[in-house]
């Protein structure tokens, strides 16, 4: 089947600092998503992206749909303590609406 | 405003009991799906449905059966638990009418099989 390759697993970071991860894949995808699970709960989205270039920001997260549609990247600027968590990228795949297939998570701790 | 509730929040059962994990969502949301969450697999789809009386398969059905009678509801049993369906499980749902279909998620079951 297909899969979502996500990178980095994991991040430890200082208050203040940059990051960044990504998300490729062996397929094509329409839609690229990103979400963020804090935790204990579900995943909550934070970015959609519906076309390849495109790039969209949320405060301090920008995202990007890649040109060749099958990677994305989100970048958080000036991390803060509140920005712990996992974060998923999903794309839709299947022509079909609504279903999408996950990365596997990356998950930041940040340092006061 | 409730939104999507799951329950329970906490399940332990052992292998070969039967168990049903409730989703409730306030929406009127046509599409509901079930997600399980696993250490180096991520969110993996089970089932789905895009209205009431509709359901079909996602990427891990097997071992697993959903039915939806009412809209707002979205139940999934593990007709004979087994020790590889230890997880957390996920509700989500969508109102279908946006191309990039953004998902409400639940809070989640953590369902134990020992």
């Known amino acids: 089947g297909q899969q979502l390759n996500q990178s980095p697993q994991s991040m430890f970071i200082q208050e203040g600092e940059d990051v960044s991860m990504n998300c490729t894949s062996s397929?094509?995808?329409?839609?690229w998503l990103w979400y963020k699970q804090e935790p204990g709960e579900g995943p909550v989205l934070l970015i959609a992206?519906?076309?390849?270039?495109e790039l969209t920001s949320n405060g301090r997260l920008t995202a990007q749909f890649g040109i060749t549609r099958k990677d994305s990247f989100l970048n958080i600027s000036a991390s803060i303590p509140s920005d712990v968590g996992i974060y998923f990228c999903?794309?839709?795949?299947?022509?079909?609406?609504?279903?999408?297939?996950f990365g596997t998570g990356t998950l930041l701790a940040v340092q006061p | 405003d409730a939104g999507i509730t799951q329950s329970p929040r906490y399940k332990i059962t052992e292998t070969g009991r039967q168990v049903t994990l409730m989703c409730h969502q306030t929406?009127?949301?046509?599409?509901m799906f079930w997600y399980r969450q696993d250490l180096g697999h991520g969110l993996r789809l089970i089932y789905y449905?895009?209205?009431?009386?509709?359901?079909d398969k996602g990427e891990v059905p097997d071992g697993y059966v959903v039915s939806r009678s009412k809209t707002e509801n979205f139940p999934l049993t593990l007709e004979s638990a087994t020790r590889s369906q230890t997880s957390v499980y996920f509700c989500?749902?969508?109102?279908?009418?946006?191309?990039?279909?953004?998902?409400?998620f639940g809070s989640g079951t953590q369902l134990s099989v020992l």
């Open positions: 989500a749902s969508s109102d279908g009418r946006t191309t990039n279909e953004k998902l409400f």
């Open positions: 397929s094509i995808f329409n839609t």
């Open positions: 992206l519906y076309k390849a270039g």
């Open positions: 999903a794309g839709e795949y299947g022509g079909a609406t609504n279903k999408l297939i």
């Open positions: 929406w009127s949301h046509s599409y």
């Open positions: 449905s895009a209205a009431a009386d509709i359901t």
